[in-house]
């Protein structure tokens, strides 16, 4: 989320990800904390989710991947312990896989509106759609976090920065899409489910976002609906 006043081009230095519902995002590794020989509440289902042997104890090996799958989308503290903020991330990547290529299954999204980007915050989907057909997605999101929700309703988009900066924040906003005040679409260099959730705006790879922005255009409508986890 920023401001909606143009800044001069930026450097977007943000490297390109990978394709969607996959779990290799780009987050930027963080030093690693001592792993932790407590097992935690929700070990079974993580240990299962990882691929461990489902015992339901930690091990040395069960602390190293879950501290890796940790690093990889920013959970901290990094320690390796099966919490609840480390179950909720992998729970809603399962819930997101199991969506396949039906997003709108529930009908929530308007099929009346032409071509319309949507946005599930129950879910952290993004999707694009012209009437009842699938054009784009659906693709994993990140947006607004506790206090700074992103707003629900119907939207449109009403102006476009392909080299935005906020001066609220003072960071780059690469191609992005404005449809509420300041929350837009906008791609960031950090994992899809990295805790707690971003200012306002709906958070994308740069794949994805370089993929909105040519399919979009001023006047298109946005739909967001749902509730973001934890809000």
């Excluded at 143009?6 to 390109?16: C, F, H, K």
């Excluded at 989710?49 to 930690?58: S, T």
Aim: with cysteine; aromatic share 8%.
């Amino acid at each position: 989320m920023g401001d909606i006043r143009r800044r001069g081009a930026v450097a977007l230095g943000i490297a390109g990800l990978v394709a969607p519902l996959t779990l290799a995002l780009g987050t930027a590794p963080a030093q690693a904390a001592s792993c932790t020989t407590r097992t935690g509440p929700y070990q079974k289902q993580v240990e299962k989710f990882l691929g461990r042997p489902v015992d339901g104890r930690q091990s040395t090996a069960d602390c190293k991947a879950i501290q890796a799958f940790q690093t990889k989308h920013g959970i901290t503290p990094n320690a390796g312990y099966a919490g609840s903020v480390t179950w909720g991330v992998m729970d809603l990547m399962n819930k997101q896989k199991a969506v396949g290529n039906k997003p709108n299954k529930d009908g929530k999204c308007p099929v009346n509106k032409g071509r319309i980007a949507c946005v599930n915050l129950t879910l952290q989907l993004s999707w694009i759609q012209d009437g009842s057909r699938l054009v784009y997605g659906p693709v994993p999101v990140r947006t607004g976090r506790d206090g700074y929700e992103t707003r629900t309703g119907l939207k449109k988009i009403y102006w476009r920065d392909i080299d935005h900066v906020s001066t609220i924040y003072n960071v780059p906003m690469p191609y992005s899409q404005f449809f509420d005040g300041g929350q837009a679409f906008h791609s960031v260099g950090l994992s899809m489910w990295n805790p707690p959730g971003s200012h306002g705006c709906v958070n994308m790879t740069t794949t994805t976002a370089k993929k909105y922005w040519s399919l979009l255009k001023n006047g298109d409508d946005v739909f967001v609906y749902g509730r973001k986890p934890g809000t």
